[in-house]
């Protein structure tokens, strides 16, 4: 089902959607490697006023980032030079009680542009939903020690600052480190094709973002140079009930 279509705007709040929706199309009028700092942010408005959190101002690139790798490339066609397909729930759509609903706002957007939102009816419900968690890592920091545990993924800003990457692992408490090229090399072969443009040519990677599978890690610790914030989205699933 058709959500919304934006255009003309640089901020658009509380789009209420009251189905089971298991995820979102979003589709726009410019190609992937042309998002600047559109956000979004997603909740679940309960009928107590326990709302439940999905994103908080997420930089677009990211969320479509996370929501999309290892399993659909970014689409085009001739009206949208891009489609993505983002997942919100794991096996079925978002379970709604009564009275209650999605909200999603933009923030960030480009009056000259046009942002259509579309929404995947699901017929089993589920509680489990994917939920994006913002860190960072200051320009002044030298090093840093981030909990990856219970999240599966993450997307992180690319820099010339960044020096390697430990991996702490779970299994046996095992420390690998790695360069950013180390990474990137295997995150492309995980995941080939991350987009492609109207004109055939085909991304393994945009936005200058570095994705970062996290099954069976505990912590990265990050060693960079001063200069440069380094941020990270990373994604779990919760149990909304």
Do not use: W
Not at 71 to 77: K, N, P, T, V
Not at 144 to 162: C, H, N, P, Q, Y
Not at 181 to 204: C, H, K, N, Y
């Amino acid at each position: 089902m058709k959500i919304i279509s934006i255009t003309g705007k640089l901020k658009v709040e509380d789009i209420q959607v009251t189905k089971s929706i298991g995820g979102l199309i979003l589709a726009f009028s410019f190609p992937i490697n042309e998002l600047a700092n559109e956000k979004i942010s997603a909740y679940i408005e309960r009928a107590n006023g326990n709302n439940f959190i999905l994103a908080n101002k997420i930089m677009l690139k990211d969320f479509i980032s996370l929501a999309s790798y290892g399993s659909e490339a970014l689409q085009c066609d001739t009206t949208y030079p891009l489609i993505a397909l983002c997942e919100l729930a794991k096996d079925g759509g978002i379970h709604l009680a009564e009275g209650e609903r999605i909200k999603i706002s933009f923030d960030d957007l480009r009056s000259a542009q046009t942002y259509d939102m579309y929404g995947i009816e699901e017929t089993s419900p589920t509680n489990a939903l994917f939920v994006f968690e913002q860190k960072s890592i200051g320009n002044e920091e030298f090093n840093k020690k981030i909990d990856t545990r219970g999240f599966d993924l993450a997307v992180m800003t690319e820099s010339a600052t960044i020096a390697d990457l430990s991996y702490t692992y779970e299994e046996n408490g095992g420390v690998v480190k790695y360069l950013p090229f180390e990474l990137q090399t295997m995150s492309r072969d995980l995941d080939p094709v991350q987009a492609i443009l109207q004109d055939g040519t085909v991304l393994q990677n945009h936005s200058s973002r570095l994705m970062l599978p996290l099954f069976g890690v505990d912590f990265i610790e990050i060693n960079k140079s001063q200069g440069e914030i380094i941020n990270f989205v990373m994604r779990t699933v919760k149990n909304a009930q």
